[in-house]
């Protein structure tokens, strides 16, 4: 039998690139709707991939297969070796993929309540040594801490990390969310709509953030957005989604002239949806 680890410092992140995620094929029914049609594309590793396509075109449904919220009707996910499909959420979270949610904003507890919520699942410290205090928990618990409040400096949350959420500016709470992804010490983060209400500031700020946490923490990202501004400048490449079917895939550049994402958009070829 092997032995658990004695409670020590917190778990660092994984170290090297993180691994490609592939996703092949993925079709999801609801009912007599199609939401994604036998959907493919690679993450490549440390890249930021864009998903991006019309109101319903099912980049949601997407980062719910990816999360394992939902099982998909056939088609495969894998994050290098492992295959996510069919894996419980909090498998896939442990295997490295972390997501914020499109319509999530914390309103309860501090930052730094928030962040350690996102850390718990790292914690290797069970219920029973928790509640009896003991050295090796507090001292893990502490390392926890101190990780959380690295995240929330990085994230430029450091200045509010005991403040109460409910206090914060609305892209502030949302940067929360995107704050305790990280404290899973994700490979893959999965973004959906991240700047979603902002203000021109606070979609700047958040931007440089994503940048930021790319660089510093060498992870990939999947990135929904509708902003196209921030796409564009974000993404090293971009699947584009209608109607559940992958319709266009290739650099920001390529995508910002491809008639059939004009077309998508807009109705008509020939204008830049950006
Ligand atoms: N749980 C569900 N049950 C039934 N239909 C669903 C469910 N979830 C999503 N859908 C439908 O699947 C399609 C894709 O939805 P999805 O939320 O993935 O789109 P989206 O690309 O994220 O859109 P948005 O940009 O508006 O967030 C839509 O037609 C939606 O109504
Ligand atoms: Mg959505």
Known sequence: ?????????????????????????????????????????????????????????????????????????????????????????????????????????????TVADNLMLGRHVLSKAGFAATALRLPAVSREQRAHLDRAREIAELTGLGGHFDTPVGLLSYGDRKRVELARALCLEPRVLLLDEPVAGMNGAERARTAETVDAVRAELGLSVVLVEHDMGLVMRLADEVTVLDFGRRIAHGSPDEIRRHPDVLRAYLGTPGEDPA
Do not use: W
């Not at 998903?51 to 980049?59: E, F, R, V």
């Open 1 to 109: 039998m092997k032995l658990r680890p004695t409670a020590g410092p917190a778990p660092v992140r994984p170290q090297g690139p993180p691994p490609e995620l592939s996703v092949r094929d993925v079709t999801v029914r609801f009912a007599g709707l199609t939401a994604l049609d036998a959907v493919s594309f690679t993450v490549a590793p440390g890249s930021v991939h864009a998903l991006i396509g019309p109101n319903g075109a099912g980049k949601s449904t997407c980062f719910n297969v990816l999360s394992g919220l939902y099982r998909p009707a056939s088609g495969q996910v894998r994050l290098g070796d492992a295959a996510l499909t069919g894996l419980a959420p909090h498998r896939i979270a442990a295997l490295g993929v972390a997501r914020t949610f499109q319509n999530i904003v914390t309103t309860e507890g």
